[in-house]
């Protein structure tokens, strides 16, 4: 079993800056692929960024186009921790963000394709 804590969201105006957090524990992998996913009040969860590490190729990075170019996803491994960077913040980002693992290779961008999810925590961007 794999246990994925997020921290980190909170109340801020548009234009700043909150760095999330998704701490696992439990089981570790060789390969997997960690997901950020958000869901905003009354519309379905979209996908927002991937990470995937992979022995035979290393880490790849996937973004949606609305947070290309302001939020950045990382990870400290010796922590077992990943982190998004979101930069530049919109009201429309307003949502709960939810991180997911999945050690599977299929698709990063469904929330079906993963195995494992946290609590979520929630940012507001006020306008």
């Known amino acids: 079993q794999v246990q994925l804590v997020e921290s980190g969201g909170g109340l801020v105006q548009a234009g700043g800056s909150l760095r999330l957090s998704c701490a696992a524990s439990?089981?570790?992998?060789?390969?997997?692929?960690l997901g950020w996913f958000r869901q905003a009040p009354g519309k379905e969860r979209e996908f927002v960024v991937a990470i995937t590490w992979r022995t035979w190729s290393g880490i790849t990075t996937y973004y949606a186009d609305s947070v290309k170019g302001r939020f950045t996803v990382s990870r400290d491994n010796a922590k077992n921790t990943v982190y998004l960077q979101m930069n530049s913040l919109k009201p429309e980002d307003t949502a709960v963000y939810y991180c997911a693992m999945t050690t599977n290779n299929g698709g990063y961008a469904s929330g079906s394709a993963y195995d494992y999810w946290g609590q979520g925590t929630q940012v507001t961007v006020s306008s």
């Open positions: 439990g089981r570790t992998f060789s390969s997997y692929t």
